[in-house]
């Protein structure tokens, strides 16, 4: 699959090296929150302490799915097999094979702006309402049926 950067570090410019070090003191620290919140939440007893769980386990998931996200471009780091072995390690956190998240993921890129994705947009012809409840429908989770 192609990926959007195909050189080595040496060959990029300083301003255009995506941030390797901070890549990977993320993915670890994420990794590891998310084995901690994890741990706390199977371990509570009471459920408000789950509930003060989640908003810092959406914060760490939000994040591992942006690295994630960085490896399906090849933006995470310069060396590609860094780069995928990245990808496939922070997956397994996100519940997810990470080809298939990527091919996904660029099958979007492909179709983004395009008729069949602009369904937050309506034309004058279209009935606003009608585009309003499929957005809010896929918006909180329609996509899943």
């Known amino acids: 699959m192609k990926q959007d950067i195909q050189t080595t570090d040496s060959a990029l410019p300083e301003r255009l090296r995506p941030p390797q070090t901070l890549n990977l003191v993320l993915s670890v620290a994420s990794v590891f929150a998310w084995i901690g919140l994890m741990y706390a939440a199977s371990r509570a007893e009471s459920m408000w302490v789950v509930a003060l769980i989640v908003l810092p386990f959406s914060f760490c998931i939000l994040t591992i ?9 090849g933006l995470f780091h310069t060396d590609r097999r860094i780069n995928e072995v990245a990808g496939i390690l922070l997956s ?20 983004n702006r395009s008729e069949c994705e602009l369904f937050e947009l309506y034309y004058p012809h279209e009935n ?17 049926f």
């Open 65 to 73: 799915y942006s690295l994630i996200h960085e490896c399906e471009h």
């Open 92 to 111: 397994v956190f996100f519940t997810g094979s990470f080809s298939f998240l990527r091919y996904c993921h660029v099958g979007h890129d492909s179709r």
């Open 128 to 144: 606003r309402l009608k585009k309003a409840v499929f957005f809010y429908f896929l918006y909180l989770g329609g996509f899943w």
